[in-house]
């Protein structure tokens, strides 16, 4: 073996050797903490403690035997506990007690630990479990009626996961949780709350099979409330403020909308109902606002001419635009009438980022939402010719004429547009879409 070798074993060693010394050390501390907690009177928790340093240091013979002096206590407590609770009727606690116990248990099995139980603690412990799911179900069966649906749901739910119920006791939580959900979307729909009173519908329908009474009851009751709920919105198509337009490539604005009318507003969430964005569309050009951004009172007739109860107003109103790399390159050149002359070549890459800003006006009462943003950047390369006079003056090769080609130069740009229109459909769809279900109760 060479000096590096066991130099490297050596290290090793030594580190190991740390990593024991440390973890040692920290049962130590786990031991005192637990003997601290047994002055204090707290048997359960000093138990965990002495598991903690046992997992760490299973040769603990001090920790070993504290953890079953002192977790025999702590199962004596928990069922004295657990019984006086049950006797005050607070039966889903003295469950609890029980459910603790179980826990510590295990623990302390898992460390090699037995910590053992009065022969009839399977039976006090059911009969605890039993008491607590019927406290649950005549719990919601009282409270149904006052309101307190939540608090009747958060118990049958807890019945029905912690405290182990038999085929005939989980028929009855499954009852008692379908007339508190059900109760609950029924109250829901008093308050013209729909969207809960839909989802609570929807929790209530889970509990059956969908083809059983009482999910048709449910799902009766989930349409109704779809019905009642769903707004008829019109999304105007984005136009762009005065100051952004002129920065803004000319097929970026019918590119998006093209894109946002095929690809995304039609995956309109529950609740709400897009109108055919064709006909607002038409309605807008009627309007003669197709490509500028609509006021609010331009929104309003529009949204009353076809029936919306929303309008959405979205609008390009910053554009910020950076070259960077640029190389600039002086090329001679004549006119067609034989004078000397030259252009400029400049070459470099291009970013755009782009905000659209959109509103949600109520067309009942003219009243228009806070501006919600949505921003998108894209970049690309580009190249072009500057020419102070008419490049059609000047004597060119066809290669060179395409610079000054908006048609064919244009690649740069179209490449650039279907970036930004790639970020921001997606983008406006999941924004716009959140804003408006904000205005659905």
Known sequence: MTSHT????????????????????????????????????????????????????????????????????AVQEAISESASLGAAGRGAEAADALL??????????????RLGTPADYEQRRRAAFDRAIGDAIAYAERSG?????????????????????????RAGLDRARFEAQLGWAEAGMRAGQYRAAHERARAAAALFGRESPE??????????????GTVRVAILPVGSEPGARAK?????????????????????????QVLDPRTVRGAARRHGYARQAASLRDAV?????????????????????????????RRPARTSAGADTAYT????????????????????????????????SGDTEFREAVYRGD????????????????RRAGRAGRDLIDELTRELGPRMERDVFERLLRDVR
Not at 217 to 224: G, H, I, P, S, Y
């Open 100 to 113: 603790r116990l179980d826990a510590l248990r295990r623990d302390a099995s898992a460390v090699g630990v």
């Open 301 to 329: 007739e529009l949204g009353r001419s076809v029936g919306a109860e929303l309008v959405v107003r979205p609008a390009i109103d910053s554009v910020v635009v950076t070259e960077s790399g640029v190389r600039e390159t």
């Open 215 to 228: 999910a048709r009851r449910a799902l009766a009751l989930q349409d109704e409330a779809l019905r009642r």
């Open 145 to 169: 009626g006052s309101g307190s649906f939540a608090e009747a749901v958060s118990r049958l739910e807890r019945a029905a996961d912690r405290w182990d119920p038999g085929p005939a006791q």
């Open 6 to 73: 066991v130099a490297r074993w050596t290290r090793r060693g030594s580190a190991a050797l740390v990593l024991v010394l440390a973890a040692c050390a920290s049962a130590e501390k786990r031991v005192n903490q637990g003997l601290a907690l047994e002055q204090r009177g707290r048997p359960a928790d000093a138990a965990e403690r002495y598991i903690d340093a046992l997992k760490k240091d299973p040769s603990l013979a001090t920790a070993r035997a504290r953890l079953q002096e002192t977790g025999d206590r």
């Open 345 to 376: 070549v400049r070459e470099g890459r291009r970013a755009m980022r782009v905000r659209v800003t959109y509103t949600v006006v109520r067309v009942g009462d003219y009243r228009e939402s806070a501006e919600d943003h949505v921003w998108a």
């Open 391 to 406: 490049p059609r003056e000047l004597t060119l090769a066809s290669r060179e004429r395409d610079l000054f080609d908006e």
């Open 248 to 272: 803004l490539p000319d097929d970026l604005v019918p590119a998006l909308n093209d894109a946002l009318e095929l690809n995304h507003w039609h995956r309109a969430p529950l609740f709400v």
